[in-house]
């Protein structure tokens, strides 16, 4: 009799844990991607006499799960490429088009909404004591690395992206 | 008999701000007597140091997992929240509240009770992105003690005083009001909002009574 009350408990766990699983699979979570394939107006203007170079482009900030998700803290940083980046000064920000202008690249925590889509711009700044002509020859390809921080159902995640810019064309 | 409310533009609270300090700095020069001082919650909560970040919160499976019942309009959804409520309210309070309010929603048809046996700081929470910067990075809780804060309130102020929690969808939560303070009043001033939701910075709302 006890043995079957324990069976019988056992299999009523198992059946609430595998529900509960099969809920939670189904429930999913968000997916959100700084969709760097997927940047466009990617604009470069070069200064020659004043020796700084500004790029920028539209990144898609993407929720492609079932379930929304907030984008808490955004960073980027240039790839390093030797020791010619000691004679660059670079700075790269992001900045949320539907986002409240901010001068200072603060980002302000956002919710993605499932199936939605928000812009971001990437800004770099490249300003050089060397000629852009050097630069442009040896860093043909800068890479910017934006690294982003989600908090979802599942908790925190960390994620990475890289978004480039044809400095040589 | 006509009403001004006279919401009161402050600097960015901080947990290093001081409540009466501010108060008295902000509103102080604006009050006379008959006036009702009403504070935010948010600013009352913020100055008592009651914010955490989600990355100083570890989750517990129970959080995780109780969290995914919650819809994401709300702060509980996310599983940091959760987690600070169930420190904050404990854990085993929180089981209780979300199986019972499970129960009675599948027998009775009825929502919210979760809130009522979680207790009040699990309907007070702010998650992350419910505050503005510097503190939508944070998770804010409700304020300790608010029937302590508005009898002190009033004692060096000389006035009736409130704090309530108001959002711009009509909400209002009226956490505690001296005995002066017509709550019917507050209720009826408050579904509007004056104090603003998003970046008015506004914590201190002055209403006043005049003759018309």
Redesign the interface.
Same mark, same amino acid.
């Given at each position: 009799m006890f043995a079957e009350f324990i069976l019988a408990a056992l299999a009523c766990l198992g059946t609430l844990a595998a529900s509960?699983a099969v809920?939670?699979h189904y #429930?999913g979570d968000s997916e959100i991607t700084f969709d760097t394939a997927a940047a466009r107006d990617s604009r470069i203007t070069k200064n020659m006499p004043q020796r700084t170079i500004r790029c920028r482009c539209l990144i898609p900030l993407a929720n492609r799960g079932r #379930? /929304?998700g907030?984008v +808490? /803290?955004v960073f980027c940083q240039p790839m390093y490429y030797g020791k010619i980046m000691e004679q660059l000064d670079i700075t790269a920000r992001l900045r949320l088009l539907d986002a409240?202008a901010r001068q200072n690249g603060?980002w302000?925590?956002? +919710?993605v909404k499932k199936n939605t889509t928000h812009l971001v711009e990437l800004e770099v700044t490249i300003r050089s004591q060397v000629d852009l002509l050097r630069v442009a020859r040896e860093i043909p390809c800068l890479k910017v690395i934006i690294y982003y921080q989600v908090?979802g159902?599942?908790? +925190?995640q960390w994620y990475l992206s890289e978004a480039r810019f044809d400095l040589a064309g | 008999m006509t009403l001004d409310v006279i919401p009161l533009q402050t600097k960015i609270i901080t947990p290093e701000d001081r409540l009466f300090q501010i108060v008295a700095d902000y509103a102080g020069p604006h009050l006379r007597p008959g006036d009702i001082l009403v504070l935010a919650e948010s600013m009352v909560a913020i100055t008592q140091g009651r914010l955490i970040r989600p990355e100083q919160v570890k989750p517990t499976p129970w959080a995780l997992a109780l969290a995914r019942f919650v819809s994401q309009d709300g702060s509980l959804s996310s599983p940091y929240a959760m987690q600070v409520i169930m420190n904050e309210s404990g854990a085993l309070r929180t089981l209780f509240a979300f199986c019972t309010a499970a129960l009675t929603r599948l027998v009775f048809g009825r929502r919210g009770d979760f809130y009522r046996f979680a207790g009040q700081q699990a309907s007070l929470v702010d998650d992350v992105t419910g505050n503005m910067p510097p503190f939508d990075k944070h998770i804010v809780l409700g304020p300790k003690h608010p029937e302590q804060v508005v009898a002190e309130t009033r004692e060096r102020f000389g006035v009736e005083a409130a704090i309530i929690d108001a959002n711009d969808l009509g909400h209002t939560k009226i956490l505690a009001a001296t005995s002066g303070a017509s709550q019917k009043l507050l209720l009826k001033v408050f579904r509007a909002n004056p104090g603003g939701n998003a970046d008015q910075q506004t914590p201190i709302v002055i209403i006043r009574k005049t003759r018309s």
């Open positions: 509960l809920f939670f #429930q #379930q /929304n907030m +808490i /803290n409240p603060y302000e925590a956002v +919710i908090v159902r599942d908790g +925190i | -």
